[in-house]
């Protein structure tokens, strides 16, 4: 369903992806691992239309995201790809429910649908009872958790996520490695994941190592 090829790109003279190959089928979990500064998130960003390649192009569900630009690539981005950060930025002044919808307002959905859907990620991720906390309110793996429900409420084709249980502690980390298992495994959700988390790795169905701005394996 994602497809890269050829991607290359600097910062200056500096190469950082020096042509890289990479596809993602769906229902996978891939894993992208590798030391800090081989280009991991480079990679992410230029996967979910957040950055250019100099070179090289990435075709999600036949469409070669790398050609939209402007409103277009905003309104492709915001209903295709869901994103979720080592942090969460959830709006502090926004309820757990309105911060999950949020995604499905720029999408311009009705209010209703949007909820709806907000409220089946809560059940599905035990969080029911939490959607009118505001973030201050919860836990840091429960805004975590949060921060997944609006990276999925638009039904994206790919979640792209940056270490996502980098500030978590095991228990949490484990919590959300199990929900991004059960998405796989019940909707066929299909997931990139840059991450150290040697579990997260593990429960992958492919681990891609990255190295000096290559693929190593
Ligand atoms: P990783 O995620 O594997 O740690 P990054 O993709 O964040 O690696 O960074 C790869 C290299 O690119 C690093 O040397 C980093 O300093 C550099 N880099 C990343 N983003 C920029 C940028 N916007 N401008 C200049 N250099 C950057
Ligand atoms: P990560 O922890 O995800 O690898 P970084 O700390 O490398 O992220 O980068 C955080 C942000 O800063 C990114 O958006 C990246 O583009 C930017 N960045 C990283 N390195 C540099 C750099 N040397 N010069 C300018 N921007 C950079």
Redesign the pocket.
Known sequence: MLKATGIMKA?GNLPILKGVDFEVEKGEIVSIIGA??AG???LL?ILGTL?KPDQGEVELNGVKINKLSGELLSVFRNQNIGFV??FHHLLPEFTALENICIPAFIAKKPKKQAEDRAKELLGLLGLSDRAQHKPNQLSGGEQQRIAVARALVNNPAIILA??PSGNLDSANANSLHQFFISLRDNFNQTFVI?THNEDLAKISNRVVTMKDGMILS
Do not use: A, I
Request: hydrophobic residues 15%; negative net charge; without cysteine.
């Open positions: 910062y800090s500064g991991k998130s480079t960003h950055d950060f080592q940056d270490e840059v």
